[in-house]
Nanobody, 121 residues
Framework: QVQLVESGGGLVQPGGSLRVSCTAS????????MGWYRQAPGKQREWVAL???????DYAEPVKGRFTISRDNAKTTVYLQMNSLKPEDTAVYYC???????????????WGQGTRVTVST
């Protein structure tokens, strides 16, 4: 089993910055992809950013140029640096990882419990 624990959410003013992080623990041979999703009140969960095990990144259009995803493989941690935050970025942010627990596995997807980010005056 693999557990993901997020941290770093909170309240920030428009134009401010915040960094959220997510650390995996448990039965881990290799973490393939790491990503962030978010769910705003009354809306469906949407994809935000992705980073592959090779360090390739991709972002949803609404956050391009403002958010940066990074990973620390030694710490099995993924980060999301959020700059120039807007009220529409308010949401619960979830991390997701595809984890290979054994060398022969293709991987399973795991989710964190979510961390709330509120952008407001």
């Amino acid at each position: 089993q693999v557990q993901l624990v997020e941290s770093g959410g909170g309240l920030v003013q428009p134009g401010g910055s915040l960094r959220v992080s997510c650390t995996a623990s448990g039965s881990i041979f290799k973490i393939v992809n790491m990503g962030w999703y978010r769910q705003a009140p009354g809306k469906q969960r949407e994809w935000v950013a992705l980073i592959t095990d090779g360090g390739v990144t991709d972002y949803a259009e609404p956050v391009k140029g403002r958010f940066t995803i990074s990973r620390d493989n030694a710490k099995t941690t993924v980060y999301l640096q959020m700059n120039s935050l807007k009220p529409e970025d308010t949401a619960v942010y979830y991390c997701s990882m595809r984890v290979r627990s054994r060398i022969w596995e293709t991987g399973s997807d795991y989710w964190g419990q979510g961390t709330r980010v509120t952008v407001s005056t």
